[in-house]
C-alpha cells in the first residue's frame, strides 16, 4: 500500500530556511505528478508546488515563487521542498501529495497523502 510520510518542518524565524522531506514507500508514481499543499489555522487547503515525476515541469504557487524549490531524490526515494525567505504567512501544515497531474499548467490532485509537519515561521 502506498505511502507517505513528510519530516523536516520545526520553528524558523523569518528569513530563515527550512527543507521538508516526503518519502515514498509501497509503490512508485512513475507517470504520475507530485506536490505539496499547506493548510493554516482557519484557511482552507491551498497547492504550494508540484513536479511531474521525471521533474521536467514544475509549477508553484504565486505566493511561494521563487522562494520554495521542489525536487526529487532518486537515492532515498523522497520529494523535497526547500523553503528559503521564509515568512511568518508561510505558516501552516504541509502535507505531501502523490498521484497527481497536470492539466494546462495546473497541479490536480491525486488521492494520496502524507499525515502532514508542522512549519512555524515567527517574526
Known amino acids: 500500500q502506498a505511502r507517505l510520510d513528510e519530516s523536516g518542518g520545526g520553528l524558523v524565524q523569518a528569513g530563515g530556511s527550512l527543507r521538508l522531506s516526503c518519502l515514498v514507500s509501497?509503490?512508485?508514481?512513475?507517470?504520475?505528478?507530485m506536490g505539496w499543499f499547506r493548510q493554516a489555522p482557519g484557511k482552507e487547503r491551498e497547492f504550494v508546488a508540484g513536479t511531474s515525476w521525471s521533474g521536467d515541469m514544475r509549477v508553484y504557487a504565486d505566493a511561494v515563487k521563487g522562494r520554495f524549490t521542489i525536487s526529487r531524490d532518486n537515492t532515498w526515494n523522497t520529494i523535497d521542498l526547500q523553503m528559503t525567505s521564509l515568512k511568518p504567512e508561510d505558516t501552516a501544515v504541509y502535507s505531501c501529495?502523490?498521484?497527481?497531474?497536470?492539466?494546462?499548467?495546473?497541479?490536480?490532485?491525486?488521492?494520496?497523502w502524507g499525515q502532514g509537519t508542522q512549519v512555524t515561521v515567527s517574526s
Open positions: 501529495n502523490g498521484g497527481g497531474q497536470f492539466y494546462l499548467g495546473t497541479y490536480k490532485s491525486g488521492t494520496y
Open positions: 509501497g509503490r512508485t508514481f512513475n507517470g504520475y505528478a
